[in-house]
Each structure stands twice: as structure tokens, then as C-alpha cells.
């Protein structure tokens, strides 16, 4: 018995070691078909570890098709969770040894490490003239004149809303802030929670806090020059206006009970389940309209609208929006023609685009209007005009437009502005704070 | 009958703590278990139990082909026991030439090897990284084998050195006085006497391997190598995760886990009182 393990032990070791040669030979190979043009392995490295669902499964539907129609391309697809995407990302850009093709976000405090270390292929702009791309989406891709990436998503943040709620209580979709009021009042009566958000993950709450600033003031520049250091928070009348009036909404239980602790799935939930009339979110779960795990009626009666105006000066039709991440290829990749060669496969507008509407996953960040037909969802709809009616776009949203640092202080920061946690005046000189810190670091 | 009496009160008493007490250690086993089973729609409310109605045992499905989790499997029960093996004969040896090998410096070997348990493992991510690269064994199963093993030496050592502490002298003089040589010491004398701290240092090693991650995403990119973890995060979306289909396969993978701690409960406990006191 003894010896048998002891053999068994023996084996294993050589089947490790030897089950390492043959993964590294197949990685040292890649530089050897590239040239021969014969089968080529593609690493790709994508930050959406769900295969079988979402976008996900559209990343890898069309690599499927691109496979079928180039069978010497393989892809050795690695992916992770968002922060163990990040993490790992730093790394090979430490060790200059960046997968071939790559999920990149445009958000500065990630994309900027890859610029600087040259890690970036420049793309050329005019490959993608025909590529529907909306009219600004490639900017935050583009340095120097050059582009580094192309985007899939264009992100934007909406109040979905219950109609079948709505139409039982004899209620009108809200266009301004007393309406908004006069709404939470009549649910909150009958029990309802009026609107559902999440505060666990803070981001959610901070883009909120953005927006009401934005439908406070109307104005999107004032809250990115704070950041920048060209005002001050503190004692701007718009931003402690803003904050006070959504605190006030806050007492009022317009959210549930505790949201500021809400895990996303549990507040997308309350709504979806009919416990909350709206519920404060992006675009991107438009596929709520289409889930059939989910209440008939439900689905029915989705729909979305624009967060009103808070007060006179804001606009109901502002938005924030912004382009959601993108890919990019490695500069230094020895299949970096293979590579931008499936790049522009992946994001055809047939391909790219046009599944994702179809399939009801998400917005892409080029033209999907040409796709709206008669057997899209209501919601798809409404989410078409909100885009299309917007009389201005936030870009990069004010917490990721500076350092990561300045991103952490700063959700935590709106987390307790629209949870009352603290008063408008503490918030702004939290806020000051955190960036007269980013802006030295940045100046470092 | 008066005594007699309080004697069975007082073992009632005992045996409903001790109820109480097991009921709780179960309790997040069979909750995820009950979760497992639900839709996605019936994952959150006010209740902490909910019956599922009907089971979804498609869930596991899911768990079992779109999570790989018995490719996962393979390869953790396969780099696991390697470390465990690996481990436990190093820190045998290990511990008997520190503890009963006189030479110099021995203390301060021992002093360093010890210091091991303090380094936080996210310290050595990138120099490990950079390491693996230049041997060119990233994305290799020899890449998680070897870190694991450094991080369980340090542990594994110092119970096993505290255990080989506490083996009298005499019986490997006697060893000596029959002919033994070293190897035979460790062979016949230390090893068969070592075996409640082997068993917990292999529990110990068995649940650090089992469920690590952050090295396994670190060191690996490929699924042909990859560990049980990533059964859990193949069903992350961007935003809301697929939560009830995770719950299956972490119910899957705590099977194993499970069982190894039913098998080896007692010589853990045993190994580690043992390791504890010194006389």
C-alpha cells in the first residue's frame, strides 16, 4: 500500500511538472504560428467571468463565430471580477506582459497606467468610419491624437419606473420635484416603497448624488471644476441646495428602509417583485423587460424615465451618461494584426451592436437605432428616446474623473450626503478635501 | 434517586447545549443548501429560510456544466494533495532537524521559518509573479503548488515541531541503540508517532488550498488550471451576480471539505492540544 502511494506520489509530480512544460510550450509557440500564418492562439483577457449570460455570453458568441469562420484562430480566453481584473491588470503592466487583446476602461485612473507604460496599440480611426460609433463615444480612447480603444457601451442613468403602479393609484410619471413628492406620498400610504436604490456598493448612490446636483443646478461643468480645483464645494449655493433637497427626500422614506446597506440585487428586487414604484439605476438593466424568471406583469409594465427637476433651473432631460469600458490590443503582442484584425470583427455594428440589442443586454455605444423594431420591449424604448431626446451628456462621471483615492473618499462621501448621515456643509468640506488631495497627488 | 435524578437533569441540560450549539454550526450549511434551490426572484425577502417551491435542481446543473466545476475539482483535489503531501513530509523532516538536531544556527532558522506565518500573502503577489514569468511557469499548476506550499510550511512546521518536541528522548536512543541511522529515526520512530499533527497539518493545508483565490487569479488564466473558486466567480455579472446558482456550487464544493473535517476531526483537535503544551 505504502508503495503503491509512493509510486502514485512519483507519477503525480512528473504529471505536474510535465503538465507545466506543455502550458508554457503552448504560450511560446504563439510568436511560431504568427509567423507560419497557420493556427495562432489569441490570450484575451476580459473582465466578464460569466460566459452564460449577458455580455458575456455575447463576447463569447462572437469569438465563437470568428473561430468557425477563421479556424486557424484560437482564443485562450482569462477573465475575472472587476477588482481582481484590476489587480491582475497591474501586474502585467508591471511585468510588460499584457495579454494580447484586453478589456480597457477609459475611466482615467485606469486607462492613464496603460498609456504610460506604452502598453496600448493605436488603433486607426478611420477603420472606423462605418462602425455607427456616436459622435463623441471614441473621445475618451483618444491621446494625443491617437486611438487606443474602442468602447461597447454608452451608459446612462434612468428612473425606471412601475406603470401598473402608477395607473392604480391614479398617478402621472413625475416631471419635477413636487410631482416626484406628491408620488412617494400616495405609495408610501398604500404601503409602497416609492423608489428602490443601492447604497452598498456606493457607487450607485454617488452617481445620484451627481444627478440631483445636475437637476438642481442644471448645470454639468460646475460639479467638474469643484474636482478640478477651479471652485470650492463648500458654500456653493447649487451643491448645498442640492444636497439639502435630496436629504429632504431621504426623511421623507422616499427609499426603503435602510438602502444605504442595500446590495444591488436586493434593491433591484424591491422593484421587481412590485414592493418599490421606481427604482434608480442604469441603463444596463433594461434586460429586466425581458427576464422571464421574472413576474409576467412585471415585465409588462416596465418602463423608464428621466430623474426630474429638482428645481427651476435643472432640466429634466439632462443626463448622465457616459461610454461605458471598451477593448483594446497589446502594443507589444506578436499578434497584434490578428488581433486589431478581430477587434473590428467584434465590434461590427451587425455583431457587436446589434446582438446586444437584440438580445436585450445592454445600450452599445454606436448607433442602435436602426435595430428598434416592432418586437423590442416598451422599455427598450423609452430608453431609445431618453437617449435621443438628452439635451446634454455628463461624460466620465465627477468620481472616477480624478484619482482612485479621490474615488474611495468620494463615495463614501455621497453615501452620506443622500443618507443624511451628515449635513450638507460637512459633506462639501469632506469633498474639498478629498480633492485638494487628489490634485497634489496628481501634481506629484 | 434524588442524585440519580439531578445526574440526568444535568445530561439533558448538556445534551440540549450541545443541540443548540451543533445547530448553529449547521445552520449556514443547510441555509445554503435551502438558497441553492430558489430562483433568482425568490433570493431575497424578509424570511431566512423559504422552501423552495418547486426545487431547482437545475441550478446544480448549471453549477456542474456552465461553472466546469468538476474540471475545477480535478485540479484542486490534484494541487491540493500535492501541497499536503509536500508539506507534511518537509515539515516532518523539517521539524526533527530543528528541534532534535543540534547544530548552529538552529534557532534562528527555526525563529525564521516561523516568521513565515506573519507575511500577508498579498506582499508577495507581484515579486512571485515577476518570479514565475522569468521561470516561465505562470499559468502552470507548479505555480500555485509552490506558493501554497510556502504558505503552509510556516504553520505546518510549528505544529509538528511542538508535536516532535514532545516524543521522548529514550525511545529514539533505543531506535539508535538497534541501528537506526536518521532516516530510519524519522521512518520508524517519528513519523508513526507524528501522525495526530500530520493529519492536522493536513486539514489545516487542505482548507487554505481549498479555498484561496487571490493567488490562483493571480498565477493562473487558464481554466485547464484553474481551482473550485473560480466555479464561484464564473457566475459573476457586471453588476448582480447569478447568487443562487453560486450557492450550488458552493454547496458542491464544501462537500469535500466537509468530509475531511468528519474523517480527521479528532486527530485535528488531538494535534493541536498536542502541539499546544509543552512539559
Known sequence: ?444 | MIAEKKKKWKRARLLILLSVVALLNLFPLVWLLDYSLLSNSDFYGDSIMKLPAPPLWSNYFSAIVDGKFFNYLLNSLFITGITIAVVITLSICLGYALIRMKWKGSRFVYTLLITGIMIPIHTTLLPNFFAFQAYGILNTRIALILPYIAFSMSLGLFIMSGFIEGIPRSLEEAAVMDGCGVLRIIKNVVIPLSKPAAVTVATMTFFNCWNEFIMAATYTSSDTIRTLPFAVMNFSGKYTSNYTVQFAVMFLSTVPAIIIFILFNKQMTKGIIAGAIKE
Open chain 1, 1 to 444: 500500500m505504502k508503495k503503491i502511494l509512493a509510486y502514485l506520489l512519483v507519477i503525480s509530480i512528473v504529471f505536474a511538472m510535465t503538465g507545466c512544460a506543455g502550458e508554457t510550450a503552448s504560450n511560446d509557440n504563439d510568436s511560431q504560428y504568427a509567423k507560419t500564418d497557420e493556427k495562432i492562439t489569441i490570450r484575451f483577457f476580459s473582465n466578464l467571468p460569466d460566459r452564460s449570460t449577458g455580455q458575456g455570453k455575447l463576447e463569447q458568441m462572437i469569438m465563437d463565430n470568428y473561430c468557425k469562420e477563421n479556424p486557424n484562430v484560437t482564443f485562450e480566453v482569462e477573465t475575472l471580477d472587476d477588482v481582481s481584473f484590476s489587480q491582475k491588470l497591474k501586474a502585467y503592466i508591471a511585468s510588460n506582459n499584457l495579454p494580447d487583446m484586453l478589456y480597457v476602461n477609459s475611466l482615467p485612473a485606469e486607462i492613464t497606467p496603460l498609456l504610460n507604460s506604452n502598453a496600448l496599440a493605436d488603433l486607426s480611426e478611420e477603420d472606423y468610419e462605418n462602425y455607427d460609433f456616436i459622435q463623441g463615444a471614441l473621445d475618451g480612447y483618444k491621446f494625443d491624437g491617437k486611438l487606443y480603444g474602442l468602447p461597447r457601451n454608452t451608459d446612462f442613468m434612468v428612473l425606471y419606473y412601475n406603470q401598473a403602479l402608477f395607473d392604480q393609484y391614479d398617478l402621472d410619471f413625475p416631471t419635477n420635484l413636487e410631482e416626484l413628492k406628491h408620488c412617494s406620498e400616495v405609495f408610501l400610504k398604500n404601503g409602497i416603497i416609492p423608489c428602490s436604490l443601492s447604497g452598498q456598493e456606493q457607487w450607485p448612490l454617488a452617481l445620484y448624488f451627481q444627478e440631483v446636483i445636475l437637476k438642481t443646478s442644471g448645470n454639468q461643468q460646475e460639479i467638474y471644476d469643484a474636482v478640478d480645483r477651479k471652485i470650492q464645494f463648500s458654500g456653493n449655493d447649487n451643491f448645498i441646495k442640492a444636497i439639502e433637497l435630496m436629504q429632504e427626500l431621504t426623511k421623507s422614506n422616499f427609499a426603503q428602509e435602510g438602502f444605504a446597506a442595500s446590495e444591488y440585487g436586493a434593491a433591484m428586487n424591491l422593484f421587481t417583485q412590485g414592493k418599490a414604484a421606481m427604482y434608480y439605476m442604469g441603463e444596463w438593466d433594461m434586460g429586466m423587460a425581458t427576464d422571464e424568471t421574472l413576474p409576467e406583469e412585471f415585465r409588462e409594465n416596465v418602463r423608464a424615465g428621466y430623474l426630474p427637476a429638482f428645481t427651476e433651473n435643472g432640466k429634466n432631460t439632462d443626463l448622465v451618461a457616459w461610454y461605458g469600458g471598451g477593448y483594446g490590443v497589446s502594443a507589444n503582442s506578436k499578434l497584434k494584426d490578428e488581433c486589431i484584425k478581430f477587434l473590428n470583427y467584434l465590434m461590427k455594428p451587425e455583431n457587436w451592436a446589434k446582438l446586444s440589442w437584440e438580445n436585450g443586454l445592454n445600450f452599445p455605444a454606436q448607433d442602435a437605432t436602426k435595430y428598434v423594431s416592432d418586437n423590442d420591449s416598451q422599455l427598450q424604448k423609452d430608453l431609445v428616446e431618453i437617449l435621443a431626446n438628452a439635451s446634454s451628456t455628463s461624460g466620465v462621471d465627477f468620481y472616477d474623473s480624478s484619482t482612485s483615492e479621490f474615488m474611495t473618499a468620494c463615495m463614501s462621501i455621497c453615501q452620506n450626503a443622500v443618507s443624511g448621515n451628515a449635513s450638507a456643509e460637512e459633506c462639501l468640506a469632506e469633498l474639498d478635501k478629498a480633492a485638494d488631495t487628489a490634485k497634489s497627488d496628481m501634481e506629484k
